[in-house]
């Protein structure tokens, strides 16, 4: 049980990973979890994270493509898409 409240209180003090499309509007926020990371998506994509009434649509667990509401434009979505991971591959292969 305790366990489980400190990885709740871990989960609340992240600071939000934000999801944006190639044009940089913001589609959603990634959600970090010990074995899988989750993408809450918007309702609309929205121009900045201050933005007023900004709904969740669905939580994608796997893989998926999401279009941008604003402009049109389309990003593939996979559970392991993280940019630390991204970096810490780039710097792997240096």
């Known amino acids: 049980m305790l366990y489980l409240l400190a990885l709740q209180a871990q989960h609340q003090s992240m600071i939000p ?11 959603g926020v990634i959600e970090k979890y ?3 990371n989750t993408l809450r998506v918007y309702r609309a994509a ?3 994270e201050t ?3 900004a709904e969740f649509a669905s939580d ?3 893989e998926a493509v999401v279009y941008c509401s604003l402009c049109g434009a389309a990003r593939k979505w996979h ?3 993280l940019p630390s ?3 810490l591959n780039r710097r792997q292969k240096n």
């Open 17 to 27: 990973i934000y999801w944006h499309c190639p044009n940089g509007h913001i589609l």
């Open 34 to 36: 010990t074995y899988r």
């Open 46 to 48: 929205v121009f900045h």
């Open 51 to 53: 933005d007023p009434g």
């Open 60 to 62: 994608i667990t796997g």
């Open 79 to 81: 559970y392991s898409d």
């Open 85 to 87: 991971r991204r970096l």
